[in-house]
């Protein structure tokens, strides 16, 4: 994809860096140039879940996964997670719809409220 950049008269590319929402680790950088009308911060999120190659390295070793809060309309996360084992979450969810790549789920906040206060409850 090529897009053109318009510099901003006093930061010119006004460079930001795209972080992992988990770790927070930056993972690219973004020029947003003039489209930004000051001057860019400097870490920003891109809207994205996916979690950075370290992180997926981290889940894919631990057999980890995130479960993420989200709105049950549409599935929008909250920005609440929690970090659980995969194979606890093959017992809760149906394990065919685990895939063996993904390392985020997307529970909508009522089952999440429900995993949580299970979680707290165990750990008391
Ligand atoms: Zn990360």
Request: aromatic share 8%; charged share 25%; hydrophobic share 30%.
């Amino acid at each position: 994809m090529t897009r053109n950049i318009r510099l901003h008269p006093e930061y010119g590319f006004n460079p930001s860096m795209i972080v992992c929402p988990y770790c927070g680790e930056p993972k690219a950088i973004a020029l947003l140039g003039n489209s930004c009308k000051k001057e860019a911060p400097h870490a920003i999120w891109d809207g994205s879940y996916t979690p950075c190659d370290d992180c997926q390295n981290k889940l894919k070793e631990k057999n980890q996964m995130y479960l993420l809060n989200t709105n049950p309309a549409d599935l929008t996360p909250t920005g609440e997670y929690i970090l659980m084992n995969k194979s606890i979450v093959e017992k809760i969810f149906d394990k065919d719809n685990i895939k063996e790549d993904i390392y985020i789920a997307r529970i909508p906040s009522e089952i999440f409220t429900e995993i949580k206060e299970k979680i707290k409850e165990g750990s008391n």
